[in-house]
């Protein structure tokens, strides 16, 4: 069974920076794509970024982060990254790991991620 752990998340002032970090169970490389989503209350859950696990990065983001927020891969840790820079209250949401495997998809638990003053 596939396990996901997200870590990083917490309260931050507008403008700031949190690192969010996601572990998994196996390696990343049994992975097609992994990525990051988040759900704000009363809101669909929606893309963040996305990245191939292996060879070509093929790197995806939402209009709303791109230029803010970088996702990045580390194999050898068998995590996936997501830099999160120039927060906005917007963005404050609870913020989950997902890893695809063939059809099957994978989520973490979930990290709160608040931007206020």
């Known amino acids: 069974q596939v396990q996901l752990m997200e870590s990083g998340g917490g309260l931050v002032q507008p403008g700031g920076s949190l690192r969010l970090s996601c572990a998994a169970s196996?390696?990343?490389?049994?992975?097609?794509?992994m990525g990051w989503y988040r759900q704000a209350p009363g809101k669909e859950r929606e893309l963040v970024a996305r990245?191939?696990?292996?060879?070509?990065?093929?790197?995806a983001y939402a209009d709303s982060v791109r230029g803010r927020f970088t996702i990045s891969r580390d194999s050898a840790k068998n995590t996936v990254d997501l830099q999160m820079n120039s927060l906005k209250p917007e963005d404050t949401a609870v913020y989950y790991c997902?890893?695809?495997?063939?059809?099957?998809?994978?989520w973490g638990q979930g990290t709160q991620v608040t931007v206020s003053s």
């Open positions: 997902n890893a695809v495997q063939q059809a099957a998809s994978y």
């Open positions: 196996s390696s990343i490389f049994n992975f097609n794509t």
């Open positions: 990245i191939r696990a292996f060879g070509s990065a093929n790197y």
